[in-house]
Every structure is written in C-alpha cells, then in structure tokens.
C-alpha cells in the first residue's frame, strides 16, 4: 500500500520559514516525479512545486518562485519543500503528491490529474 506522509507544518509569522518533508512508502519513487500543491478554505487546489526525478529539474508556481524550494533524497524515498519569506497568503494545507508517469513537462507537472498519489496534507498557517 502506497503512502505519502507529510511534515513539517505549523503556525509561523510573517518572514519565517518552513521545511516540509514527504516521506514515500509502500514503492519507491526514485524514477517519478514529486510535487507539492495547496489549498486554502474556499479555494481550489494550486500547484505549488514539482520536481523531476533525478532532481534536475523543478518547477514552481510565480507566486513561490524565490521563496520556496523543493528537493528531494531518493535514497530516503523523501521530498522537501523549503518555505522562506513566508507570507500570510501561504497558509494553506500543503500536500504532497507523486506520479506514474515517467514523462515531466512543466504543464505536466502543474496540474493534479498528472499524479496518482496523495499524503493526507499538513497545515502551514502564516500569522501577519
């Protein structure tokens, strides 16, 4: 049985910073690609990161881009998500996901329906 568990999260002021890790069981991910996406009340699911799976290549929403930055151990079977200059309109509960596929695209990887598994999310709440 596949799991994906995140951690990490937490309440954090404005300016601060995060690290959010996924940790894989049940089959290893070592050849697909990892991502982070969020969702705050009342609004859909965003892609926040991807990343490829030799760790090459990344992607990253605008809204992240020189804040966040995710990373990955596939010796640990681990994703990260490092989080700086954190503002209040990143709180959301983050979510971690991996893919199938063995192809990645940038619109590939941006959109939900590119991965099969999902971690059950962690709550990341910036106070202003």
């Known amino acids: 049985q596949v799991q994906l568990v995140e951690s990490g999260g937490g309440l954090v002021q404005a300016g601060g910073s995060l690290r959010l890790s996924c940790a894989a069981s049940?089959?290893?991910?070592?050849?697909?690609?990892m991502g982070w996406f969020r969702q705050a009340p009342g609004k859909e699911r965003e892609f926040v990161a991807a990343?490829?799976?030799?760790?090459?290549?990344?992607d990253y929403a605008d809204s992240v881009k020189g804040r966040f930055t995710i990373s990955r151990d596939n010796a640990k079977n681990t994703v990260y998500l490092q989080m700086n200059s954190l503002k209040p309109e990143d709180t959301a509960v983050y979510y971690c996901?991996?893919?199938?596929?063995?192809?990645?695209?940038?619109?590939?990887?941006?959109?939900?329906?590119?991965?099969?598994?999902w971690g059950q999310g962690t709550q990341v709440t910036v106070s202003s």
């Open positions: 990343i490829i799976w030799s760790g090459t290549t990344t």
């Open positions: 049940g089959r290893t991910f070592s050849r697909n690609a």
């Open positions: 996901a991996a893919s199938n596929s063995r192809y990645y695209s940038t619109p590939m990887c941006s959109s939900p329906t590119y991965y099969n598994y």
